[in-house]
């Protein structure tokens, strides 16, 4: 493992490019041994890459549904993304990169999913989008397994590594966070960010 030191970082240099894309990337995910890069354009592909050889993998399509925001699973076969294309359809899909196919829908969300985080020790994930709740879900059964109602607003939904705490950033400049075993008690604990505005969330 390379330690990042700012002499390290400065002596960084581009190694290769891919053009693959007709259109704009809007997502990316390492798997988590970092062996495989995944990404999602706008022109409705999944592209899979090789971290250590520079290649790719694998390219997938998704006409029908368009991709946004993808994450792997714990299986680097599998990922969870969203829906781009045009209309109604904010439906979060399983979807198995091996042979393209679908394993699972999560049906629930009234608009677009902003962010998405999956558990680093079980099936469980968690969405926010901007039809005001945060969703957790497990993989294994389309049922929404829990719903928070949140403030208008862009939003962020994280676990910490030992997947035991779950936190939400809201447009009410807060940061909840919540015991994953005992997510109906509520927020253990509550930081609030100093704004003159609502925080615009990207990631937490």
């Known amino acids: 493992m390379v330690l990042l030191s700012d002499d390290v970082v400065r002596r960084l240099k581009l190694a290769k490019v891919f053009k693959e894309n007709q259109d704009a990337i809007n997502s990316m ?21 090789r971290t250590e050889s520079g290649t790719e993998d694998k ?3 998704s006409k029908k549904y368009g991709v946004d925001l993808l994450r792997f699973t714990h299986a680097p076969n599998t990922i969870i993304c ?13 979807l198995s990169v091996y042979d393209n196919k679908y394993l699972h829908y999560f049906r629930g969300h009234k608009d677009r999913v902003l962010d998405l985080c999956t558990s680093p020790l079980t099936d469980a994930f968690a969405s926010a989008s901007l039809d005001q709740t945060i969703r957790l879900w497990d ?6 397994q829990g719903l928070m109602r949140i403030p208008a607003g862009r939003a962020c939904v994280s676990f910490d590594p030992q997947g035991i705490v779950f936190a939400a950033a809201t447009s009410q400049n807060a940061i ?29």
Do not use: K, N
């Not at 995910?29 to 890459?49: C, H, K, N, P, Q």
């Open 176 to 204: 909840r966070m919540f015991d994953v075993r005992r997510m109906d008690q509520g927020p253990f604990e509550t930081f609030y960010i100093s704004a003159q505005t609502p925080v615009q969330w990207s990631r937490i």
């Open 59 to 61: 390219v997938i399509f």
């Open 139 to 144: 993989l294994r059964t389309p049922t929404c």
């Open 29 to 49: 995910d390492f798997y988590e041994d970092g062996s495989l890069l995944m990404t999602a354009s706008d022109d409705a592909s999944i592209r899979v890459y």
């Open 82 to 94: 969203g829906s781009r294309s045009a209309g109604s359809d904010h439906t979060l899909r399983y």
